[in-house]
T-cell receptor, first 115, second 112 residues
Framework: DARVTQTPRHKVTEMGQEVTMRCQPI?????VFWYRQTMMQGLELLAY????????DSGMPKDRFSAEMPDATLATLKIQPSEPRDSAVYFC?????????????FGPGTRLLVL | DAKTTQPPSMDCAEGRAANLPCNHS???????VYWYRQIHSQGPQYIIH???NNETNEMASLIITEDRKSSTLILPHATLRDTAVYYC?????????????FGKGTSLLVTP
């Protein structure tokens, strides 16, 4: 049963620290999505990659967030420096497609708490 | 993407069919109807999608009306593990952006 995996599942850190979240997309999928979920805002798209290239990161605060795909099996989302308002659940999803309309399969999420 | 309207909450007895409605009266011809659900503390889970024909898979059935202005997701034999928020999402082939617009969904409670 192919699944998206994310690590760590939980992270507690102090304001100002760097946070790195990792995602392993489903083998063979060529698209990766990063979402953030909060009670107030719901699910927000942060970044979208296709064939490891970033196509849309307009939802990401550029000054502190960065997203990369070092290879086809790993996507990373970094926050540096972290702030309390970054506390949220971060989901990675993967899919197979070309037009951006592919079915998205989500991972279990990383619960981040910044104190 | 077309706007969708779902009831905020529904109850269903365990073992019975759960029928979750969705209105999407402004849907256009090239837009698909997708259903996802999110069980508490888990990531959203894809259930099913369709364009105009009814669809069935191992999880559920999707019934789309002939005019495509509404649809119903059917969980044939609901279990306690089906308690979740169910999202109906209408999504086109172009100009829809990459983000899934989950909206508020329907909170389904399956009771013993």
């Amino acid at each position: 049963d192919a699944r998206v995996t994310q690590t760590p599942r939980h992270k507690v850190t102090e304001m100002g620290q760097e946070v790195t979240m990792r995602c392993q997309p489903i083998l063979g999928h060529n698209t990766v999505f990063w979402y953030r979920q909060t009670m107030m805002q719901g699910l927000e798209l942060l970044a979208y990659f296709r064939n490891r290239a970033p196509l849309d990161d307009s939802g990401m605060p550029k000054d502190r967030f960065s997203a990369e795909m070092p290879d086809a099996t790993l996507a990373t989302l970094k926050i540096q420096p972290s702030e309390p308002r970054d506390s949220a659940v971060y989901f990675c999803a993967s899919g197979l497609g070309q037009g951006g309309q592919e079915t998205q399969y989500f991972g279990p999420g990383t619960r981040l708490l910044v104190l | 993407d077309a706007k969708t309207t779902q009831p905020p909450s529904m109850d269903c007895a365990e073992g019975r069919a759960a029928n979750l409605p969705c209105n999407h009266s402004t849907i256009s011809g090239n837009e698909y109807v997708y259903w996802y659900r999110q069980i508490h503390s888990q990531g959203p889970q894809y259930i099913i999608h369709g364009l105009k024909n009814n669809e069935t898979n191992e999880m559920a059935s999707l019934i789309i009306t002939e005019d495509r202005k509404s649809s119903t997701l059917i969980l044939p034999h609901a279990t306690l593990r089906d308690t979740a928020v169910y999202y109906c999402i209408v999504r086109g082939l172009t100009n829809s952006g990459y983000a899934l617009n989950f909206g508020k969904g329907t909170s389904l409670l399956v009771t013993p």
